[in-house]
């Protein structure tokens, strides 16, 4: 089963740590909802670019961490 982060609701502020923190303490395949914001997607695809982390856009607004 694929362990999913719904940012739905979260503070742009909060992303980044609420990210680091899920791909770090996780194993692959997960799923990070960041719905059709494009500010949270761009927030979500630095941190995952940052930290070096496989990933694909899955639909309009899912990321999934390979």
């Known amino acids: 089963m694929t362990k999913t982060l719904d940012l739905h ?3 742009h502020v909060d992303v980044e740590r609420l ?7 996780n194993e692959p395949p ?4 960041t719905g059709n914001s494009q500010r949270m997607q761009e927030i979500v ?15 309009s607004g899912v990321l999934k961490v390979l």
Not at 19 to 25: A, G, P, R
Not at 45 to 59: D, E, P, Q, S, T
């Open 45 to 59: 695809i630095n941190k995952l670019i940052v930290k070096k982390v496989n990933f694909v856009r899955w639909g």
């Open 9 to 11: 609701g979260v503070k």
């Open 19 to 25: 990210v680091e923190n899920f791909i770090l303490l």
């Open 30 to 33: 997960l799923s990070i909802i």
